[in-house]
């Protein structure tokens, strides 16, 4: 049971539309141990505070409040239309990314990909204040959506998939060269790499690039599907 609560939440935040936003409440500084945990969930529309404009982290959760959270995920669940045991229906092999570890039973995966065609997608965020989330989203300057879950489709993974592999993968420049920090990254040993313009959004999760490079990105991944295997990196 917990688990299967466990795995709701997680749901929740991956699917719930990044257009949901609220201010995270007054009682919760910046400096707080788990002023980001907070600030997710509230983004992501799971929780709110209250009308006093606070969250109360200190009060104790009632089983009324247990039970309509329950409630509400599991009404949402049944209207996604999702299950836990729906499986994708690709041809898959393994990629370079390192295994999972061994407690989540999963490791990421791609299909076979042609031999001139593009392993991956790398966004070159560094140097841009980028804020990572669950559901991140790339847009081309003109708002077009070029990848995100709403893109991604909810019939081409696993519920554990989406939540334990994630969207994205996120890397943290450390100074060396780019090709070095990818080498065991999921993009693969040839990725698209494209330059981040900048990134929108209450939070800074959504990425922007050119028209130009939007339109590259849909038409290399006709290809090999890096989009739809959820083959995209973030380097920050």
């Not at 699917?15 to 201010?23: D, K, R, T």
């Not at 490791?107 to 804020?131: H, M, N």
């Not at 994630?166 to 450390?174: K, L, P, Q, S, T």
Request: charged share 25%; glycine share 8%.
């Amino acid at each position: 049971m917990a688990r299967t609560v466990l795995l709701s939440v997680l749901m929740l935040l991956v699917f719930l539309s990044s257009s949901v936003f609220a201010n995270v409440p007054s009682d919760v500084p910046k400096d707080h141990w788990a002023y980001e945990a907070v600030e997710l969930l509230i983004r992501e529309g799971l929780m709110k505070g209250y009308p006093d404009g606070t969250f109360k982290g200190n009060q104790n959760l009632t089983r009324y409040e247990l039970a309509m959270i329950i409630y509400r995920l599991l009404e949402l669940i049944k209207t996604s239309g999702m299950s836990e045991k729906t499986q994708p229906e690709t041809k898959v092999q393994p990629s370079v990314q390192p295994p999972q570890p061994k407690e989540s039973g999963l490791s990421f995966k791609r299909r076979e990909i042609p031999p001139d065609a593009y392993t991956g997608l790398v966004i070159d965020a560094r140097g841009i204040k980028v804020g990572r989330s669950m559901s991140p989203r790339i847009y081309d300057v003109k708002g077009k959506e070029i990848y995100g879950p709403t893109i991604l489709g909810r019939e081409n993974h696993t519920l554990e998939e989406y939540i334990i592999l994630g969207v994205v993968e996120y890397i943290r420049d450390n100074g060396t060269d780019l090709k070095e920090q990818l080498k065991s990254s999921r993009a693969g040993s040839k990725p698209l790499i494209v330059k981040a313009m900048g990134v929108q959004g209450e939070f800074n999760d959504n990425i922007v690039v050119s028209e130009e490079d939007g339109n590259l990105i849909l038409k290399e991944d006709e290809l090999s599907k890096f989009l739809e295997d959820m083959a995209v990196v973030i380097v920050y």
